[in-house]
């Protein structure tokens, strides 16, 4: 029986939790293909399920999708040079956004005269061989590694997916010449007790007692967080420490995960760095978090207290990052939120916190949170002439989805409208792009629905809605989306908010040239305009042969009843897409 380094390899991603390869093969993947077909014949339900993707940013965006709902690592298998460069802006998001994902290429073959199997056979053997592959992507990567022998290659594997799972999380890189991927083995396993990813750390019993005491000793406290959420069991204990610490408040910074619940009085919601209350907060504490403000246009008092709790504080991916705090630690945000609460639940700042001072603080706190949802509320409210924005089709459509849908956000300029009006509250219910990489939530959200799927059971998944912008949903390749989408039979929701182009860009030139040139013309002269619009559900039922909900909504009057029935159109096992034309800025 032929076991060769490529069936090993396979083999090694199941054995390692890895359930499922997006693939999008090439010349380099002779002996791959060989032992996807092996294993699907000779080892059913023990082999990882293979995905077809006619593009590479939607496969990895997907494995990326389900690995941050499951916290489990997926793998994405592309062709060589150009497949790794057909990843693109995938790669920098599943590093921002701290993905565990494996990604795996091939290398042209390294002999010519047929030495050894695998040799070049083909003319693009030539032009695809590169000098060093792994750097087209290393910087975005925890590891790159090259698998050299097959006598190796389930090592190389679990050593790549240890770094993949390790604090911070994200992409590893592996590639592989034909030669070696087809090399005989001797069959073998690993103990995979062995390759446990690194043991969260925690804050000292000095850091712990410093934080409580400046926590419960703070006139405003401040939690800024971002990723905390990624872990699900951080967001009730996070609840747990604000209801200790009352007058605690917690605001989000867009980092990618639902971190705290809109339906608790210290929710300040979703905020991109620019908030009141970083201005106004004595203490703030800041919780696994990129960016908890922008400097240059809100900056918290000088005399504020801060302190910075994060897997990676440092943040070594970017070459300019600081903070004025006054300890920073690396450390698990679940272990330290559990270590404070903790800590305050037994020490005499109970007694303290059992005082009338902080009752006080518990009642202001639930006049201020009614007084955020009445102003959101009242934002929201459609236009008289029979318009609507996006809050109110986010209003509109909370109310018809299951409460425990899972929202996939990339809305870039209505993200803040978007949270707003979601007001999502179970953890893992809320994922937005890691990074800035537009496109991400075409795969992303397939990914989110195919985890469901698979970790509750066919037809027990999670409804999954998608709220892109027009001008991201064609950065998502929907083409490769919608046909995947039917093709695999995995339904989701699609909302396309229609504002007829790219405004980030014009926001991004006002902050800099407020009263420039460009601040006095239109759209189309900015070159930012997508007038005439394009039939965005058109394109995606296209993309699914036809057999797809597609329907254009821009009247409120309309609303409902549109979304009411693409609603139902997924339920039935059907995706749907609705082009929905928002008014812009509410």
Known sequence: MVYTASFAFFESLWEAGVTHVFVNLGSDHPSIMEAIVKGQNEKKGEFPRVITCPNEMVALSMADGYARLTGKPQCVLVHVDVGTQGLGAAVHNASCGRAPVLIFAGLSPF?????????????????????????????????????KTGKNVKQMVNRALQFARSDPAGPVYLCGAREPMEEDIEPYKLEQDYWHPVEPAALSEAAVKRISEALVGAKEPLIITGYSGRNHATVPALVKLADIVKGIRVLDTGGSDMCFPADHRAWLGLRYGIDESIRTADVILVLDCDTPWINTQCLPAKTAEIFHIDVDPLKKQMPVFYLNASARYFADSHESITQLTNYLSSSPLSQQLSSQEFAKKWDLLGESHSKRLAVIAAASEPKPDDTFGTGYLCRTLRKLVPIDAIWAIEAVTNTAFVADNIQATFPGSWINCGGGGLGWSGGGTLGIKLATEYENGPGKGKFVVQIVGDGTFLFSVPGSVYWISRRYKIPVLTIVLNNKGWNAPRKSLLLVHPDGLGSKVTNEELNISFAPSPDYAGIAKAAAGGDLFAEKVSKTSDLEDVLKRAVESVKNGTTAVVDAQVVFGC
Do not use: F, L, N
Request: proline share 3%; with cysteine; net charge negative.
């Open 111 to 147: 002999t010519i005269e047929g030495e050894m199997r695998g040799s070049r056979t083909e003319y693009i053997h030539w032009i695809q061989d590169v000098p060093d592959q792994k750097q087209i992507v290393a910087q975005y990567c925890r590891y790159t590694g090259e698998i």
